[in-house]
């Protein structure tokens, strides 16, 4: 017998994973972090796939700004769910080149569903 199909995380399935992404790096907590970063990982990207429709119907901007705050996403929950490089072992694997924390995911995964959902709005679309 196949294993079902999954659909996927919901939007409230999405921040509430980052959320805790978020709860794990603030704790220190590092290899949690990578663990539950790696599953929102998974998520985002079924989540970026169920949205290319989306995307392609909006205004080429629109789309392209959509799929840039998507990326940036992605890029950075990847950069937590990476085995932090040899001889970082104080945490400064959880900031970007600059130097900033890059949790605070949720806020950010919350603020593309949202983006997403006034476009498919504004387009009358029901996904």
Do not use: N
């Not at 169920?50 to 789309?63: D, S």
């Not at 990847?78 to 806020?107: K, N, S, T």
């Amino acid at each position: 017998m196949a294993e079902p199909q999954r659909t996927g995380a919901g939007p409230e399935e999405l921040a509430d994973l980052a959320w805790m992404v978020d709860c794990a790096v603030r704790f220190g907590e590092r290899k949690q972090a990578a663990a539950l970063a790696e599953r929102l990982l998974e998520e985002l990207s079924r989540h970026y796939r169920a949205m290319r429709p989306l995307r392609l119907r909006c205004a080429p901007h629109v789309g392209a700004a959509l799929a840039d705050e998507a990326f940036a996403l992605i890029g950075d929950v990847e950069q937590l769910a990476a085995p932090p490089p040899d001889g970082d072992r104080d945490g400064d694997a959880d900031c970007d080149a600059d130097g900033r924390a890059v949790a605070e995911l949720r806020p950010r995964v919350e603020r593309l569903v949202a983006h997403e959902t006034a476009e498919m709005a504004a387009l009358g679309q029901q996904f």
